[in-house]
């Protein structure tokens, strides 16, 4: 077992309550040092050793000889490294002294003490490489062998974690104190305008952005001779790099300026924990002065909402004296920006016990995302040694796994082959792959070298190099830190696999792209490993990749004994679901990255393209209402082989078939986008164009339904007239919206269709297919045959067994948040990014069923979404234009009760009827074809809509109504 491997264990065992090989001395002290990884913690650890030494003053060699002693000693060893690592945000490795070359510096090695304090070192780890190292285990030994100093473990564990713990505060002076101007003097009276500034500015940010849970960007404010402000972002202030444009032009002192204040988002080290914070670098050109003011805060996300920290002074020009002009200046400055109030309406102290818990939460989960980002996890003590330790690669049988692929996907196991293969000792590979692929047995491999293509979208495979454990026995962590040693010491593995080349004159690699030897089936020497691992070449086929693409570098493969050093990428349809977590992480962060930029852009106003964009569709449909579809639009059309119509097939094409859907599609988005931006700037949704966006959607649909029932007669494919499954998306967006009848019709509709198996196109949202499975649940109609697709754990999760529905608000809404972020991961832009439409469904069917919605934090819901908008019909969100179109359509044969009228094969239900909201008012207009049709199904889909409603209550709620119906009777008839 390797040293991190045994540090997490033992931090396991002793934080579930288990015993240690041969005893822990002193458990019960350690339990009352309450070890929850805060700093405290370490400074309770100190007082615990002191008072050992104290009343024992043990002896070295006597003390250590004692196991359950020196148990105690390397657990707080592994404690402390593991305290400091969270707080320094990243992962923590543990190493034997003999372990160290390839990990430290030569230099850095030889510094360390020839003693048994350096016995095991801790190292910390950021994005792959060691970002320092610590040594616990010599303080925990001065502490009890030596002369106790002033220096205990949290003034070691302090340097380690860089903490601001003797930094200057900025504290709000007494209510009516001021600076006194009698004795202001040029300096001061600076001093005290930058203070304002800087005040003026920090608020100007949080109210802009920090308060609605956006991100900072870099943003300067320059103030002029006569007291005129101005702000520059990063573009303004020169381009390039956002933080150092401003930063230059903060530096370059203009004539006309007499301060500067930069504001950007950064990282405070505080005492107790690792936070979120503001930094304002302040600059008084006249008289010169600067200052750097960190004010650290709680992100609106995270519990508690939106919360200022005390602020901190971190540099300063001026003497410790000054400092109070500085503080009465930055809180003038702050209450100056309007609305005031913002210090006392949103400071909480930092050392509050419920925030110091969330915080200690927070670091360990901030750890572990980090960790998985890097492809370089490391357990925590509350889980297992290594995040994929329980996953079981021997119960993957491959040869069941192929034959029970669907015939269309026959294919997709099987590599395929490249035209400069043939000449390549990999060909072997290849020739291997039907044997891998009937008798292969899975181990663990890890990549050590791979094409850079590899590492970014593309179409064609490439070859790389993997280390392997052929008998299967060698751990994920033990393929991950050979596969390390492996990277460094690659030269002395291909080097006799050079030599033979040379000697022979051989090319073996055989392509242009890859002149160097191709090693195949090397044994690792032991400096790299002692499990009898393998080096080998190994081609990767994108499609057996997840998301196309190299992530970390952990991954099954398929070997067997018939074919040594022949192994193939196991296909990652079979991947386990960790592992696939882990391979993700990277992109999933990069995705949340670009989906704040997307939010925060969604907040601004709406963008002259989009206007422009509007006005060009609305002007489409004008000139389709006035001239309908033109003769050189169809010829356009048929020459671009668009909507897959060939010229003279009949049934002819009705003129609203001629890529009116394209336009409406488009303004749907348009519509959308509105509903989605003022979800952005905290608002309600605007139900208006929600609506509109759902009717036109509505009308998409039976277009591109017409088409799809037309295909067979027109002697057209009907692939070419697939339905888009992502629509049913504005069925739910109709749905929450109150075009209830509407969305049910169509829900209907489209759930009938998936018993088709060409009806629709194969790629699906995994919001979709939560959408299809949501509606199927609540309509009581039998679940959709969807097909495979990618997959969204936390969504998921509120499905199985039907938790939307089941689970109490304050159950649900850790699920809820959850499935929010995954969200931001999934779906960083395009369609639904800023309103998640699958958990809003959930939330509006709840509603229906009388249950209670949790108050939800994450920005994508935290905004109420009440009240629900009342039932209402769907033609009545189109305006004139729109309405004037629907009419225009309905005189060239546009008949909706028709077209939802399934034929024989293409659905499961018959004679399917549109259905839409409750009665219009008398005197409003409405499409014929609707309100026709309205009258006739409404019976059905209040039945349809009634019958969730009494089977999906929770048990509680059944057995307390079932308790009051007895008492009823009891009280009617009790008497008589």
């Known amino acids: 077992m390797s040293a991190t491997e045994l540090a997490a264990s033992w931090l396991r065992r002793f934080h579930a309550g288990e015993d240690l090989p041969d005893g822990l001395a002193f458990r019960s002290a350690l339990g009352e040092a309450n070890l929850d990884y805060s700093a405290d913690s370490l400074e309770r650890i100190d007082h615990l050793l002191r008072r050992i030494r104290q009343q024992s003053a043990p002896e070295f060699r006597a003390f250590l000889q004692q196991v359950p002693n020196r148990n105690f000693v390397f657990l707080l060893c592994f404690y402390i490294g593991t305290a400091v690592a969270r707080y320094r945000l990243q992962a923590v490795r543990w190493f034997y002294r003999d372990e160290l070359r390839g990990v430290l510096s030569a230099a850095e090695i030889a510094a360390l003490p020839a003693h048994y304090s350096s016995s095991i070192i801790c190292t910390f780890w950021e994005r792959g490489r060691c970002a320092g190292h610590f040594r616990p285990l010599a303080i925990l030994l001065e502490l009890l062998f030596e002369t106790p100093g002033e220096r205990g473990v949290l003034a070691a564990a302090s340097e380690a974690m860089q903490r601001s713990a003797q930094l200057p505060l900025l504290r709000p002076p007494a209510s009516g104190a001021a600076m006194s101007t009698s004795a202001a003097d040029a300096r001061t009276s600076a001093l005290y305008r930058l203070g304002s500034l800087a005040g003026a500015h920090f608020a100007m940010c949080c109210r802009m952005s920090l308060e609605a849970g956006a991100p900072a960007e870099p943003l300067l404010a320059l103030e002029a001779q006569d007291g005129a402000r101005i702000i520059l972002d990063g573009a303004a202030a020169g381009g390039g790099d956002p933080l150092a444009a401003c930063r230059a032009r903060l530096g370059a002192a203009d004539a006309k300026q007499r301060a500067g204040v930069l504001a950007y988002p950064g990282v405070l080290n505080l005492p107790r924990f690792r936070c979120d914070a503001l930094l304002l670098e302040a600059h008084s050109y006249d008289p010169p002065a600067r200052a750097v003011i960190g004010v650290p805060y709680r992100a609106a996300h995270l519990p508690g909402g939106f919360a200022l920290h005390q602020a901190r002074v971190l540099e300063s020009s001026g003497r410790r004296e000054d400092l109070a002009l500085l503080e009465a200046g930055f809180f003038a400055g702050i209450d100056s920006f309007m609305p005031p109030g913002l210090w006392a309406a949103s400071f909480a102290d930092e050392n509050e016990p419920e925030n110091l818990a969330m915080r200690v939460r927070q670091q360990a989960a901030a750890l ?28 993957l049988d491959i040869a069941v796994l192929v034959a029970a692929l669907p015939p269309a996907d026959f294919a997709y196991p099987k590599m395929r082959l490249p035209e400069w293969m043939p000449r390549d000792p990999l060909m072997a590979a290849f020739v291997a792959m039907p044997a891998l692929l009937r008798q292969g047995r899975v181990v663990w491999g890890h990549v050590v070298e791979a094409d850079r293509a590899l590492h970014k979208h593309g179409d064609q495979g490439a070859a790389g190099e993997v280390i392997y454990d052929p008998a299967g026995r060698a751990s994920a962590q033990e393929l991950q830190d050979a596969a390390a040693r492996a990277r460094v010491l690659r030269a002395e593995l291909v080097q006799p696999v050079a030599a033979v080349a040379s000697e022979g004159g051989l090319t073996l690699a055989g392509h242009a792209d890859d002149p160097s030897p191709r090693p195949m089936g090397l044994s690792v020497p032991e400096s790299i490993s002692h499990c009898g691992l393998q080096f080998t070449s190994v081609y990767f086929e994108r499609r057996h990749l997840p998301g196309g693409k190299l992530g970390a570098g952990l991954l099954p493969v398929l070997v067997s004994e018939d074919h040594p050093g022949c192994v193939m990428v196991l296909p990652a349809r079979w991947w386990p679901d960790a592992l696939l977590d882990l391979w993700r992480g990277p992109e999933r962060e990069e995705a949340r990255k670009a989906w704040e930029k997307t939010w925060a852009a969604l907040a601004q106003p709406r963008a002259a393209a989009d206007q422009q964009a509007l006005d060009a569709r609305r002007d489409a449909v004008s000139a389709y209402v006035a001239d309908g579809a033109p003769e050189d639009h169809i010829a356009i059309m048929l020459a671009t082989g668009h909507p897959g119509f060939e010229p003279d097939c009949q049934p002819a094409p009705l003129e609203w078939e001629w890529g009116l859907d394209l336009e409406l599609r488009d303004l749907a988005r348009l519509h959308l986008a509105e509903v989605e931006r003022a979800r952005a700037r905290g608002q309600a949704p605007d139900w208006a164009q929600a609506r509109r966006a759902h009717a036109l959607m509505r009308i998409v649909l039976m277009i591109g339904l017409h088409r799809l029932k037309q295909a067979a007669a027109r002697g057209l494919d009907a692939a070419q007239f697939a339905l888009q499954p992502d629509d049913i998306r504005h069925v739910a967006l109709g749905l929450v919206a109150g075009c209830e009848q509407s969305a049910y019709a169509l829900a209907r509709l489209l759930c009938d269709l998936w018993q088709s198996g060409a009806a629709y196109r194969s790629n699906m949202a995994p919001d979709s297919r939560a959408i299809f499975t949501l509606f199927a649940q609540f309509l009581d109609l039998p679940a959709p045959p969807l097909p495979a697709g990618p997959k969204a754990a936390k969504l998921e999760a509120l499905l199985q067994g039907e938790r939307w529905c089941q689970l109490e608000a304050a159950d649900l809404k850790p699920l809820l948040e959850a499935a929010c972020t995954e969200h931001t991961e999934q779906v960083p832009a395009g369609e639904f990014c800023g309103l998640p439409i699958a958990l809003v469904l959930m939330l509006k069917l709840r509603e229906k069923l009388g249950l209670e919605n949790p108050a939800l934090s994450h920005p994508l819901l935290a905004a109420t979404l009440a009240p629900w908008p009342q039932p209402m019909n769907v033609d009545l969100a189109l305006d004139r234009l729109l309405r004037s179109m ?75 109504a079932f308790v009051l119906w007895v008492l009823f009777l009891v009280w009617l008839f009790g008497p008589y």
Not at 368 to 394: C, F, M, V, W, Y
Not at 922 to 937: I, Y
């Open 886 to 960: 629907l009419e225009r359509m309905q005189g060239q044969g546009y008949d909706e009760a028709k077209i939802m009228q399934l034929p024989a094969g293409l659905g499961r239900v018959q004679n399917a009827q549109p259905v839409q909201a409750a009665p219009v008012q008398a005197g409003t207009a409405t499409s014929t074809t609707s309100a026709a049709a309205e009258s006739a199904v409404d019976k059905e889909v209040d039945a349809a809509a009634a019958a969730p409603r009494r089977s999906r209550l929770p048990p509680a709620v059944q057995a307390a």
């Open 368 to 395: 572990e995302q980090k960790a998985a980002n890097d492809g370089n996890r490391t357990a925590s003590p509350d889980s297992d040694p290594h995040p994929l330790a329980d996953i079981r690669l021997a119960d």
